[in-house]
């Protein structure tokens, strides 16, 4: 399974992004997987942001982030989505998705694969 996400950038607190993190491999056709989003700022360890099973039908997102951050994901096309309001500058890190784990999971060791991180900025 290959993860790629996308969609970080400098944006100003009070603003809106759209993380998007796009999934291959037959691995990953094959197998309903729930997946994640997490975050690490420097210095600061890995943090769970936001769950969703194979079905989209449950989700759990971290309470730091509920009601700002929403996630979704589109199976037809093996993509996952972070919908990110209100941002503040403590969002500020870089974002991973994550694959692997049949039910929605909230430790990043319960995912087997990761992409490669997009970085979100956001100033006061």
């Known amino acids: 399974v290959q993860l790629q996400a996308s969609g970080g950038g400098l944006v100003q607190s009070g603003d809106s992004l759209r993380l998007s993190c796009a999934a291959s491999g037959r691995s990953f056709r094959s197998y309903a997987y729930a997946m994640g989003w997490f975050r690490q700022a420097p210095g600061k360890e890995r943090e769970f942001v936001a769950a969703?099973?194979?079905?989209?039908?449950?989700?759990y997102v971290a309470d730091s982030v509920k009601g700002r951050f929403t996630i979704s994901r589109d199976n037809a096309k093996n993509t996952l989505y972070l919908q990110m309001n209100s941002l503040k500058p403590e969002d500020t890190a870089v974002y991973y998705c994550a694959a692997g784990t049949s039910q929605i999971a909230t430790m990043w060791s319960d995912y087997d694969f990761w992409g490669q991180g997009t970085q979100v900025t956001v100033s006061s």
């Open positions: 969703i099973s194979w079905s989209g039908s449950s989700t």
